[in-house]
């Protein structure tokens, strides 16, 4: 929808995170700096940073933060690739994902962008690689995972896809509901989508009082209402700020927080009063691992790293039995599971 933005917190870090590796691309470095605001994109941003340069070794030419061109033809088509590698008999298309929802290396994305590369730079005989970077996300096959696409399989694609945009330009274009909806800007005013929530929503027994597999009914009557409400109460707030009333509700001003109107002046008054800068300054932290490693990363000294580090465990989430992760053993009414907090999936 023209206008609105459903910007999130994970959608900031996650840009943040971009920018830093278009920076680290272009110098060699990662400046872990100009990710002070979201420390846990620094392990993200460097492992893209790790991946790019050791799959560049050899290569004729690698473009960072490549814009890439519409497709001729279709101008709705076009992407941007954090990283395109050019070798002698193939391109491979490097993008980053800092989200924890799973990203398969061959999605439709990532197929479009293999498509929009080609056209760039040319085709190669052994066709695209496509490489998604995701550190955040749990995969039975790692953070790194690569799918390879042939010229053939590539000119079918864009056959097929210029045949799916003509269908979405007809003035009775069908509206498809499903998880893909979450990205969508129209989610909030979307018949089809509220369609779609409300089908197979009923009135059921308490969540603590049904059986568990009224309870798997449940959760999949849940998945697309808390997508579908949250859309909803975002166009909203939009509205509200643009101007709108909005029957029943208001906008009000969250607490105010106190900050210092002049840090400096604050200090060397309160100093002055008696305070020492050990009363006034919180304790230095210990950067993490990621930043080390960066600062360390033509350093000899940075294979020390391996034997002052250790891996703790995850959260445990509640999950599809499709998804990718092992399954870990029943936890106890009331046990922390080694100190492990318990979460659903939306809690993370």
């Known amino acids: 929808m023209p206008g609105m933005d459903n910007s999130s917190p994970a959608a900031v870090a996650g840009t943040a995170a971009h920018e830093a590796l278009e920076l ?38 690698v473009a960072s933060e490549v814009q890439l061109a519409p497709f001729p033809g279709i101008p709705e088509v076009w992407g941007t690739a954090d990283a395109v590698i ?47 970077v995701q550190p955040a996300a749990r995969h039975d096959d790692g953070p790194v995972r690569s799918y390879r696409y042939s010229n053939p399989d590539l000119d079918d694609f864009a056959m097929e896809l210029r045949r799916r945009v003509v269908v979405t330009q007809r003035p009775d274009a069908p509206r498809v509901a499903g998880g893909h909806c979450k990205f969508c800007k ?19 027994t308490p969540a603590e009082q049904a059986e568990d ?26 509205r509200a700020l643009d101007g ?17 109107a002049d840090e400096e002046a604050a200090v060397n008054t309160l100093m002055r009063a008696g305070l020492s800068p ?14 080390v490693e960066n600062m360390l990363r033509y350093s000899d000294s940075r294979k020390t790293l391996r034997s002052l580090v ?32 318990v979460v659903v999936e939306d809690d993370l």
Not at 90 to 113: F, N, R, W
Not at 244 to 260: E, Y
Not at 315 to 336: D, F, Y
């Open 86 to 132: 050019v070798r002698e008999r193939e391109l491979e298309v490097i993008d980053l994902k800092t989200g924890i929802g799973i990203i398969e290396a061959d999605a439709p994305q990532l197929k479009i962008y293999s498509l929009l590369a080609r056209e760039a730079f040319g085709s190669r005989p052994d066709g695209v690689v496509t490489t998604i």
């Open 24 to 61: 680290a691309l272009k110098s060699g470095k990662l400046i872990t700096e100009s990710l002070a605001d979201f420390p846990e994109m620094v392990e993200v941003a460097s492992a893209a940073l790790h991946e790019v340069e050791e799959r560049s070794i050899g290569a004729k030419l």
């Open 278 to 291: 050990t009363d006034l300054f919180e304790p230095t932290v210990l950067r993490s691992p990621a930043q």
């Open 310 to 341: 250790e891996m703790r465990p995850g959260e445990i989430a509640l999950v599809r039995e499709n998804e990718p992760g092992e399954p870990v053993s029943r936890v106890r009414p009331g046990a922390t599971f080694d100190g492990v907090r």
């Open 244 to 260: 709108h009333s909005i029957p029943g509700w208001k906008l009000v001003r969250r607490r105010g927080r106190r900050v210092w």
């Open 213 to 238: 597999a009224e309870l798997a009914e449940l959760l999949d009557s849940a998945e697309p209402v808390t997508g579908w409400a949250k859309a909803v109460k975002d166009e909203a707030l939009r």
């Open 186 to 204: 129209a989610a909030p005013t979307c018949e089809a989508l509220k369609a779609h929530v409300f089908a197979g929503f009923h009135v059921v």
